[in-house]
């Protein structure tokens, strides 16, 4: 009896999977069903059902989306190899090798494969994830319609088991839905999150919704019976949908507005399905003609499609009782599109369009694995980079780019070409000069404005907010980074002979000087010097057999007693000079903030290169002598230094305006300013660039006479 009930299950399945997709290969998938339920014999989900429901589910969502047998067949496998004992060459050698690659895509990384905790585990999953998609994108489909059963039946899950998951497909699978235009996924999978993530928000919606929806449903008809009647008396063809937007979209809204469910109106939108773009905008004349159109929110895709292929007009009018309502218009294709995204011409894709926005980010995000080498930095970064919130800018050209909401003027500038990143100065926005920090407005046409001499700066990564745009600076710093600390490295050392008086004939060659500190050749030995991993000492120690005798370590004059007798003694010790500007391998202290004029000393951090402290700074005092390096300021830099200064004030009104009246007129830039008052008294911080050391002092002064001011200090 129980043979034959799980014949007829199968059956039924089949059946099932072959009406909604006919051209399914019945033969295969009667093996695929047989196996799977030998497979996963005797397993049960958390419901208590048999475990094979969820495989079936997965490869019914496949073939709604008339996705081709290889990959319904993955769907129907793919826990096959992480749940039971089969292997990946049995599905092989059974169903193909794209099948197996799918089925392997989407199995996670086990613990016995990686002894780390879950955060880095599943961090690794989705390398893996990210790495097979850009090689198939179908993996995609059989990932997300794995996860949208799975939420499906997450009731069925703990409470705390429910809440992370969800949260994983907030943070994850919804926007990766959203990139690849699976709209119908996008938002069952945003309600069933939201429903465990903020269950009492949810349910408050889910009661007005219910309790509003007659009202509603007659409003839906007070819209379209007019549009209606505008058609008809045009002689305009099209159908007409009116629908209810998804909770979670609701919930965001009132978010983002900052006002309550009752003071939404636009919570529905109305549908135009036409059949040829000229009669979009056709359609678009006779809504403007009825109601009145907001400007502001009026969208064209069509003219410029989302990166996902997402084609459509959206236009806001005031519709009938003033209320605001959301019309869209695009054609049939249009509308398979925005439902199935990705899917509904996924064969075409793959044959014609391998260079498409949604491939190319998965080919950029494959090639970023291999840019971050730390799985749980790779996964912040893809989901920063799957925000599906963005705004759209122009070139001068007219060229679109879609951007992430608070990309800066850098993020554009390397969007638009990398070369462009590194060289940019700044933009010009809708006739405005704006800084490189600039956060960029939606629909705004930006100039980058640029410089041979400019280049990239450590502060830059804390600007940026794309991907792109994080990627190519990192690459740019590790290889400036080893060029600098070659050079830096190569400095030190020949300053280290120099002190010795090593003649040129008397040096050490390559060879010699890299079997004794273990380098592999001489420029890695120069890198570890510039670097700061190798003390002074280090050094010395190597050079001193070679030198005369009146440089022997007992000497009172001796190099190694040099710098503890007297620190102050720079000519001695032939310093390394510094310009005012910090780079990637010299960095000011910020415990004494030096400026140029100041007598300054430096200090080898590994891996950091040169800290530049003043010569009184106390933080000296806990770093060994082996690793503090003489220094000078370069007197020919023309380049502005940065400072900080902290101000106490009296609450005074007036006294912050007479602050920046005193930086204006020293001619210092303000970079940045903040300042907190109470009842009687203020804190005022200041970062700014200046030129000169007497600049500084003399704006010092001249604050600390302005009424009110108690102290000015350096920070």
């Known amino acids: 009896m129980q043979t034959a009930t799980l014949q007829a299950n199968q059956e ?6 072959m009406k909604k997709n006919e051209a399914l290969d019945e033969t295969l998938l009667r093996a695929a069903v047989a196996f799977i339920a030998d497979a996963h014999q005797g397993q049960y989900r958390k419901s208590g059902m048999p475990y094979t429901e969820h495989p079936y589910e997965v490869a019914k969502i496949l ?28 599905i092989r050698s059974k169903f193909g090798e794209e099948t197996a690659f799918m089925v392997d895509a989407v199995t996670k990384i086990s613990a016995a494969q990686k002894q780390d905790n879950k955060t880095e585990q599943k961090a690794e999953t989705y390398r893996k994830f990210i790495s097979a998609m850009a090689k198939d994108p179908r993996v995609i489909m059989i990932k997300i319609a794995d996860r949208l059963h799975n939420m499906r039946t997450l009731h069925y899950m703990k409470p705390e088991k429910r809440r992370v998951i969800a949260q994983e497909t907030l943070d994850i699978y919804t926007p990766l839905t959203h990139r690849f235009g699976l709209y119908r996924f996008k938002s069952e999978l945003e309600d069933l999150a939201f429903k465990y993530i903020n269950p009492d928000e949810y349910k408050k919606i889910i009661a007005h919704l219910l309790k509003s929806k007659e009202d509603r449903e007659n409003y839906i008809k007070s819209v379209i019976g007019p549009l209606q009647i505008k058609m008809a008396l045009e002689d305009f063809d099209c159908t007409i949908q009116g629908r209810t937007k998804n909770i979670y979209s609701i919930y965001t809204k009132m978010q983002n507005r900052g006002c309550s469910l009752d003071e939404i109106f636009d919570i529905f939108a109305i549908r135009i399905i036409v059949e040829s773009i000229p009669e979009c905008y056709l359609a678009l004349g006779y809504v403007h003609n009825l109601w009145t159109p907001l400007q502001s929110l009026f969208k064209d895709y069509i003219a410029t499609p989302k990166p996902n292929l997402y084609q459509s007009i959206h236009t806001m009018v005031i519709g009938p009782d003033n209320k605001m309502v959301e ?34 980010w998965l080919e950029r995000m494959a090639k970023l694995q291999s840019e971050i080498p730390d799985s749980v930095e790779f996964l912040e970064f893809l989901r920063v980079d799957l925000k599906p919130e963005g705004i759209t800018v122009f070139t001068p050209k007219g060229d679109s780019i879609e951007l992430p909401v608070g990309s800066t003027v850098i993020d554009f500038a390397f969007a638009v070409h990398t070369k462009l990143g590194f060289h940019c100065i700044g933009a010009r926005i809708n006739d405005d000069v704006v800084s490189i920090a600039k956060v960029v407005p939606n629909g705004a046409t930006i100039q980058i404005l640029k410089s041979h001499n400019q280049e990239p700066k450590p502060e830059w990564l804390e600007i940026v907010k794309t991907i792109k745009a994080k990627q190519e600076l990192r690459r740019w710093m590790r290889t400036s ?121 430096g200090a080898l951090v590994p891996k950091r290169g040169i800290e530049v402290h003043k010569q009184k700074c106390k933080e000296l005092e806990k770093i060994p002598e082996s690793r503090l390096l003489a220094m000078e300021w370069n007197i020919n830099s023309t380049q502005e230094f940065t400072s900080h200064l902290s101000i106490r004030t009296d609450y005074r009104k007036g006294v912050t305006a007479d602050i920046l009246a005193v930086l204006a007129k020293s001619n210092a830039a303000l970079d940045r300013m903040s300042a907190v008052f109470t009842r009687d008294a203020g804190r005022i911080r200041l970062v700014f660039r200046a030129f000169r050391r007497e600049q500084l002092e003399s704006l010092i002064q001249n604050i600390e006479n ?4 108690r102290e000015v200090k350096r920070a």
């Not at 057999?545 to 007798?565: I, V, Y």
């Open 706 to 709: 302005i009424q009110g001011v």
């Open 63 to 90: 073939a709604d989306l008339k996705l081709d047998t290889s990959s319904v067949l993955a769907g129907l496998l793919h826990d096959v190899v992480e749940d039971t004992p089969h292997t990946l060459e049995e």
């Open 327 to 360: 019309v869209q218009i695009r054609t049939k294709d249009m509308d398979l599109t925005a439902e199935k995204g990705f899917a509904a011409h996924w064969a075409y894709k793959l044959e014609t369009q391998r260079n498409g926005e949604e491939l190319a």
């Open 481 to 601: 980074i080893i060029q600098q600390a070659r050079s830096l490295g190569k400095e030190i050392w020949e300053r280290e002979l120099r002190i010795f008086k090593i003649q040129a004939n008397n040096q050490p060659d390559s060879d010699t000087i890299c079997r004794y500190f273990g380098a592999p050749n001489i420029d890695s030995f120069y890198e570890r010097v510039g670097q700061g991993e190798m003390p002074l000492s280090d050094l010395q120690r190597f050079i001193q057999p070679l030198a005369g005798p009146e440089f022997q370590e007992g000497k009172e004059n001796s190099p190694f007693r040099l710098f503890l007798k007297d620190k102050n003694n720079t000519q001695s010790q032939l310093p390394v000079q510094v310009g005012n500007e910090a780079s990637l391998l010299i960095h000011f202290a910020p415990c004494c903030a030096p400026v140029p004029g100041e007598p300054i000393v």
């Open 12 to 17: 039924h399945i089949i059946d099932v999977l």
